[in-house]
């Protein structure tokens, strides 16, 4: 099959006059307002995904929409309206000596393709943070959630059409993987690609993408629990980090414990207990916890469980002899999305902010928050895990780039 004419029509949209803020506001209000009105047809064909997944499947709670989590993606889009928009922002001015002016001004990236996971979500959040920032974008959706994506798509497009706007700006490509090879082949077309997945759609963009790329990679997340953790703070931020939402990147995989607060693991662990949270502990947590812990639920740890993302109720232990071996454990096991500390030790928790290498880091509060709404931006394109152009939740800043602006009255350059 041939995307050309996706590609073409794309660039085309991309080429028409900028819209207005004002204009782009009330859009994203009312693509807000026509999910919740829709949200009875939306929920129905997310329910046809469902129905061809297996619950137990940890992607099947990623990919299910209820009303509350409708209501939540129209609140982000409401959010994403509210905020002032980076577009024409002057970054810099100068005056040079020969009387130009030269200033530097946030400007559109373009075409932004996003291949992602089977979450619905993504489809809304991608539009409102593209449109909002003039971007135009091509979707490429977990083929597990095409109908979902479908609907969403209709919805946006609806409301696109209502105010007279080229629905071209915002594409969603058929859910197959002859669209993401065109994708990484669209030069002249797509600007830059978001590929939002696992390391295998990672590998395969980074080896074969001929247009620039921006990594969202997977998360493998550490919480470290200090020699002068708080007892109660850690048990609450560590069952949050692991249970919140086991299928998202941002939850916790390993635990990692100083070896002198190996007694007080009984008790930094009974609300994982309680939320039947499986364990994989070295051989000395293992034998801390097998008084107390459900013994179904408690086992010896296997070499793969250590630098493995779970994505499930399921979590590793690794005691470790010293903070500096905890930060040595770290650099060599994280994805360097989100790493934690909790600790009391100011001295302690002020070289883990400053020497772990991830694009977020916490002291004493739970990785959840690692997600574009949580940190203010509306909502999140996703959260890159490579250091150039973005790192972290990439918002509305994100999906810009700048231009030199050069003004002047007649100077010529001589020599
Ligand atoms: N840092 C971040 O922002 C994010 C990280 N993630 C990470 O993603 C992972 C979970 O994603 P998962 O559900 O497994 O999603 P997948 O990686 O299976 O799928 C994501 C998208 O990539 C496509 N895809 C997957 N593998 C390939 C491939 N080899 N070649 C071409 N296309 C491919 C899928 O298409 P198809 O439907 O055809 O399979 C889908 O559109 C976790 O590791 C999570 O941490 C996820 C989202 C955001
Ligand atoms: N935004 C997220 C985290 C990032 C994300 O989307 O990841 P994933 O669920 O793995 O697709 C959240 O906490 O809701």
Redesign the pocket.
């Known amino acids: 099959m041939s995307y050309n004419k996706y590609f073409d029509d794309a660039r085309a949209a991309g080429r028409k006059p900028a819209l207005a803020p004002a204009l782009i506001n009330q859009v994203l209000l009312d693509v807000a307002a026509e999910a919740i009105a829709q949200t009875a047809v939306i929920l129905a064909e997310n329910q046809k995904d469902l129905d061809l997944m297996d619950p137990k499947d940890p ?1 099947y709670d ?1 990919l299910k929409l209820t009303a509350a989590r409708i209501e939540a993606i129209a609140a982000d889009m409401i959010s994403v309206a509210g905020l002032d928009s980076p577009l024409g922002k002057q970054l810099s001015e100068a005056q040079m000596p020969n009387g130009l002016s030269i200033s530097k001004v946030r400007v559109p990236l373009g075409v932004v393709g996003v ?5 619905p979500n ?1 489809t809304f959040d991608v539009f409102a943070l593209c449109f909002k920032t003039g971007n135009i974008s091509i979707l ?6 095409d109908h979902s994506n479908r609907a969403i798509i209709s919805v946006i497009h609806k409301v696109l059409n209502k105010h007279h706007i080229d629905t071209h700006v915002a594409t969603l490509l058929p ?3 002859e669209a ?2 065109a994708l990484l082949n669209a030069i002249g077309y797509v600007d830059v690609l978001i ?7 990672i ?3 980074r080896d074969n993408s001929k247009v620039p790329v921006i990594e ?4 493998i997340v550490h919480t470290y629990f200090d020699l002068t953790g708080d007892l109660e703070k850690g048990a609450e931020i560590i069952a949050n980090a692991k249970t919140r939402r086991v299928s ?2 941002n939850a916790l995989d390993c635990l990692i414990i100083h070896a002198e607060r190996l007694s007080d693991l009984p008790r930094l662990s009974h609300i994982l207990g309680e939320k039947e949270v499986e364990l994989f502990a070295d051989e000395r947590a293992y034998e801390e916890l097998k008084k107390t812990y459900p013994g179904a639920l408690l086992h010896k740890a296997q070499p793969e469980h250590f630098g493995t ?1 779970f ?1 499930s109720m399921k979590m590793a232990i690794k005691t470790v002899e010293s903070f500096e071996a905890a930060l040595e454990y770290i650099a060599i096991n994280s994805s360097k ?1 989100s790493e934690a500390i909790i600790s009391e030790d100011a001295e302690n928790i002020a070289t883990f902010l400053n020497d772990v290498d991830a694009a977020a880091v916490y002291a004493n509060a739970s990785t959840a928050f690692t997600d574009g709404a949580q940190f203010g931006l509306g909502a ?1 394109i ?4 490579q250091k150039l152009h973005a790192r972290g ?1 990439m918002g509305l800043e994100e999906l810009t780039s700048y231009k030199w602006i050069v003004k002047g009255n007649g100077q010529t350059r001589n020599p």
Request: glycine share 14%; proline share 5%.
């Open positions: 992607k990623r291949i992602y996971e089977a979450r993504v490429k959706g977990g083929s597990d959630a859910a197959e993987r993401t090879a590929p939002r997945g696992s390391q295998s759609l590998d395969f963009v969202t990679g997977a998360g998202v990147c993302e994505l999305h999140e996703g959260i890159s895990t939740p």
